[in-house]
């Protein structure tokens, strides 16, 4: 074996290779140290080394350059069809899946022994972090590595976030500290933690008030953001850095009312595998058995610290550190750190698959959101919910008064001394006012008030705006003109009216008919009381009346006719005597009277059981109608009109999502 060169042509070559090649960043700076190590003198004059070049150098004409369009990857085949479907995600939900997560998972699904990322996010205690990952990273068999120290006087320089990795086989003795990328130092360590886990850290601070903390991505605690300044003014620009798994580190009781505030919400939302808590105190020891509390580890460093210098100190102190060592509780945090980094025989690793399953469930919630934006901009328009409710009570109210008023009204206006005035028997003298204190009966107790407060309920929904997609119709054509306007007086010598509805038409069939009950601008309100009322004044009143003069003529006849008949027997007949005679006439009289008496009785009361019928239908009818207004009116069409694109984006972005996870399922 040649001599090893001296300690100044060391330090002269370092320093030479760091001058003469340019910047590189973190994540690619492996590659570039393996290469580097290939083209250095110092490889070229050990020939051990040439004997067994590494197996990447046999690859090398295999790998794609970096400029090749269509570099072909090379995918393990167990993983072949999850990648394609997650490639496929990303380019047919682009708009919906954090881009920056999938691509990490992407790049772990190109090797069965991908790399893990675990980030530690600062509540507070800036230095005490670095003691968590020396105590994480050291080894006590071994003595106190370089890398310990220099952690030390990393932990001063608090600008810039820190990623601690694994540095590369053929310098696993050299310590390399970068401070020159903009987004973050990096710290290469030969640890044998981060080698055999393939595991990086990274230390980000969070700036926390007591009342908010600032995890560079509110929505998504696994991607934190690093800042790069921008301008010489001062303006920074945040880059995200996907992690698989977030530690949330803190110091005593501010640190932890901190976590309890930011990231214990977190858990549930990613699960205990992914998300959890580290809280440094300086209390006394807990009991080994003792669980950790709400998804967050108590440790004590400085007495793991302690420990593990006592052990390499002496073998003797093994007690003293396994003491020390499980009272600190050290040994979980450790656990959860390394749990899911190593793929069991033929399956996915499990801080990978918890990472594919958060970014297709975001992907999912994304499209979810983009479904309720989309929905709540296509009924922004409409009217919100509580004013129709109200409108409805307002309804429901008015029916309630209504029907009150038509039984209440109706029953006063019956028993009334005007309508007593048709009796029967004052039917003589009262057959002339039969029409007119009917149609009085109509206008002053038949829905006189409802139709007042449906007019008051009209002007409410005319107000909320819910008219704008009424029917319309043209007032000048309307068969409703027909009854509610009054034709014109003509004079003589004028010509003819010209012929109306009215004239033509059944009127209970137009009363009846839904026209009748439209909102227009003229009227906002159902105008089928209004309606139903001139009907019923111009089909059953006139009827009335003429039944009434029929009666009485009948009455009077009869009456005449069997007078004339008892007068004629008198006269005829000597037999007869003046009481057989005015027998005869007295029976007239009396048949013709009772006659009277049954058939006006029965149409007046018939009369009075259709009015208070025609009212309940009426009311009925109004209330339905109204109720469809407010149910309907001032909607806008909701579906998928003007939104084609998006909802078949939406629809193949959900398929994508699906099939995804049917591969990650069988992967197990």
């Not at 080994?288 to 400085?302: C, G, R, T």
Request: charged letters at 25%.
């Amino acid at each position: 074996m040649p001599a090893r060169p001296s300690a100044l042509y060391t330090v002269r070559s370092s320093l030479a290779r760091r001058v003469s090649r340019p910047y590189i960043c973190p994540s690619c700076s492996h590659k570039r140290n393996l290469s580097a190590v290939y083209s250095d003198s110092k490889f070229r004059r050990r020939p051990h080394l040439r004997k067994h070049p590494h197996p990447l150098r046999k690859q090398a004409s295999s790998i794609a350059p970096v400029t090749a369009v269509n570099a072909t990857k090379d995918i393990p085949p167990a993983y072949r069809a999850l990648y394609d479907e997650l490639s496929a995600l990303g380019g047919r939900a682009g708009t919906y899946v954090d881009l920056s997560q999938l691509q990490l998972a992407l790049r772990g699904l190109e090797s069965k022994d991908s790399v893990t990322r675990v980030a530690l996010l600062v509540l507070n205690g800036n230095q005490g972090v670095y003691s968590l990952v020396r105590a994480l990273l050291a080894d006590p068999l071994s003595p106190e590595s370089p890398w310990e120290g220099q952690l030390e006087k990393v932990a001063d320089d608090e600008r810039k976030s820190l990623l601690i990795r694994q540095e590369t086989p053929f310098y696993g003795e050299e310590l390399e500290y970068d401070q020159r990328h903009p987004l973050m130092r990096s710290l290469s360590i030969p640890s044998g933690t981060l080698r055999s886990h393939k595991l990086e850290i990274l230390i980000q601070k969070a700036s926390w008030n007591g009342d908010t903390v600032s995890l560079t991505d509110g929505s998504n605690m696994l991607v934190p953001a690093l800042e790069t300044p921008i301008s010489a003014s001062g303006r920074f620009s945040a880059i995200r850095y996907p992690v698989h798994k977030v530690i949330a580190y803190g110091e005593g009781v501010q640190g932890m009312l901190a976590y309890y505030q930011t990231t214990y919400p977190n858990v549930s939302r990613f699960g205990t595998d992914m998300v959890t808590g580290v809280i440094n105190v300086r209390w006394r020891d807990r009991h080994e058995d003792e669980a950790p509390q709400h998804h967050v580890n108590i440790v004590n460093l400085e007495q793991a610290t302690t420990s593990i210098t006592q052990f390499r100190m002496s073998l003797e102190n093994a007690m003293a550190y396994e003491h020390g060592w499980l009272g600190s509780k050290m040994p979980e945090v450790t656990r959860w750190v390394l749990d899911g980094t190593e793929a069991k025989d033929s399956s996915i690793k499990s801080s990978l698959k918890n990472l594919i399953t958060v970014v297709l469930n975001s992907t999912e919630n994304s499209i979810l959101e983009e479904e309720s934006q989309r929905l709540q901009e296509l009924t922004s328009a409409s009217i919100p919910e509580s004013v129709r409710q109200e409108l409805h009570a307002g309804i429901r109210t008015w029916a309630e008064h209504a029907h009150t008023e038509l039984r209440d009204r109706l029953e006063i206006a019956f028993h009334s001394r005007s309508w007593n005035r048709l009796a029967w028997w004052k039917l003589l003298w009262r057959v002339d006012d039969v029409g007119m204190l009917a149609s009085d009966i109509l206008g002053r107790a038949w829905l006189v008030e409802a139709e007042k407060e449906i007019i008051w309920v009209g002007g409410r929904i005319q107000q909320a705006g819910l008219l704008g997609v009424a029917p319309q119709h043209d007032p000048n054509n309307s068969p409703l003109e027909a009854l509610i306007t009054t034709p014109p007086i003509h004079t003589l010598g004028s010509f003819p009216p010209p012929p109306r509805l009215l004239d033509v038409m059944d009127i209970m069939k137009l009363a009846a008919d839904s026209d009748a009950t439209l909102f227009n601008p003229s009227h906002p309100w159902p105008q089928q009381i209004s309606v139903a009322r001139t009907s019923l004044a111009l089909s059953t009143v006139p009827a009335l009346q003429a039944l009434s003069q029929r009666l009485l003529l009948q009455s009077v006849s009869t009456t005449a006719i069997t007078s004339f008949l008892s007068s004629l027997m008198y006269v005829s007949l000597s037999t007869t005597s003046i009481y057989e005679a005015g027998a005869v006439a007295a029976f007239g009289f009396v048949y013709s009277m009772r006659r009277l008496q049954t058939k006006w009785e029965a149409a007046r009361a018939y009369w009075q059981g259709e009015v208070r019928e025609e009212g309940r239908k009426v009311l009925k009818h109004v209330e339905r109608v109204v109720r469809e207004v407010v149910r309907e009116g001032g909607k806008v069409e909701v579906g998928v009109e003007g939104d084609e694109v998006g909802v078949e984006e939406r629809r193949v972005a959900r398929e994508v999502a699906a099939r995804a996870r049917r591969e990650l399922e069988k992967l197990g």
